[in-house]
């Protein structure tokens, strides 16, 4: 990696790709380094079986991204299902690697100590669709085709198992950066006092940005978001 750069891995929500990430090129400093993590059974990984559960899938990442960690500064991003991966990684690289990032950012996420995560995985078809739903996220195009709407359902299905099977065992972790935290002020599964809680997680400065949306209110903001974070990592020596 070019000197002065930093790494910004980016972890999708659940039933998400790395592409998702995609048009945060345009938007982001030259300085930044936009790594997608893409996740088994989707995207440029879709022949692969999925996760069995949230520890398979934290050593996945962990198996890919740790040769990456030494290449520089690097930071993380994580939205929803996303967050929580992306927090149990990055305490896996400090356990075993005592690396640390410059800077994270966690969306649309309440804290790992207080997970709220409805069970919906093993739902029939068109009861867990009338969940998903209620998230948002599914673009029309795919609601109206239905093999791409079976493949959707099949990936979000899976990765709600991931979820599902969360507990939070990294109590007391706290990482010496700044962290930033992004939330949609209608997202019916996070509330503004829990919020807060994501100071518990770090010895450095908490800030939290709050956007007209709901959980998926990033898609509409990609400007937004990507100038706080160059204005975070541009601060980075």
């Known amino acids: 990696m070019e000197s002065g750069k930093i790494n910004l891995f980016c972890f999708s929500h659940a039933g998400g790709s790395a592409l998702v990430y995609d048009r945060w090129k345009k938007y982001l400093h030259s300085s930044i380094n936009l790594i997608p993590v893409e996740l088994a059974g989707r995207g440029r990984r879709f022949g692969e079986p999925f996760y069995m559960g949230i520890d398979e899938a934290i050593a996945d990442i962990y198996f890919q991204l740790k040769d990456r960690l030494n290449e520089g500064n ?31 950012f966690f969306s649309g996420s309440n804290p790992p100590h207080i997970m709220k995560v409805e069970s919906i995985s093993n739902l029939p078809d068109s009861d867990f669709l009338e969940k998903i739903l209620l998230y948002g ?25 991931v979820i599902e099977s969360y507990t939070h065992k990294n109590i007391g972790m706290r990482f010496e950066c700044d962290i930033s935290i992004f939330s949609g002020k209608q997202d019916i599964g996070v509330l ?21 949306g709901g959980h998926f209110f990033l898609n509409d903001y990609d400007r937004e978001i990507t100038n706080i974070i160059n204005s975070k990592l541009r601060l980075i020596d």
């Open 74 to 104: 690097f930071s993380f991003w994580g939205h929803s299902m996303g967050a929580i991966l992306a927090f149990e990684v990055l305490c896996k690289c400090k356990q075993l690697m005592n690396y640390e990032p410059v800077h994270i």
């Open 137 to 161: 996220g599914i673009h029309k195009g795919i609601l109206q085709n239905e093999k791409l709407l079976n493949i959707a359902l099949s990936i979000l299905r899976e990765d709600f198992k």
């Open 192 to 212: 503004r006092q829990d919020l807060t809680q994501w100071t518990k997680y770090t010895h450095g400065g908490c800030s939290i940005y709050e956007f007209e």
